[in-house]
């Protein structure tokens, strides 16, 4: 696993647990990067450019799935892959502004 990744993992639970230092405060984890199972199944070449990516259009599925329907989510995630960085990041910017739309 690239140092980067591992890097990024030790720094998000440290994050975890100075916030739930708090009482109170609960946050997720990810799973340690000894974890080796979990992360060659989650990022298989294991670079934090490829990680990202992944949560880039995860979350590119669920602003959509939360902004319009799960039907929706699932018609434009076959479509998430092809698009560029740039492109995710301006559809949840999108998907944002309808869910912001929508609560007011």
């Not at 990022?43 to 902004?67: H, M, N």
């Not at 319009?68 to 960085?85: E, H, V």
Request: with cysteine.
């Amino acid at each position: 696993m690239e140092k980067q990744l591992i890097d990024y993992i030790i720094a998000q639970r440290a994050e975890a647990d100075a916030f739930m230092d708090t009482p109170g405060n609960w946050m997720g984890k990810l799973p340690t990067p000894e974890d080796t199972q979990y992360w060659s199944e989650r990022v298989p070449s294991g670079t934090l450019k490829e990680f990202r990516r992944i949560e880039l259009e995860e979350s590119a599925y669920y602003l959509a799935q939360d902004a319009m329907s799960k039907s929706y989510a699932r018609f434009i995630s076959p479509k998430l892959s092809d698009m560029t960085d740039q492109e995710l990041e301006d559809f949840c910017t999108q998907m944002s502004i309808l869910m912001k739309a929508d609560a007011a």
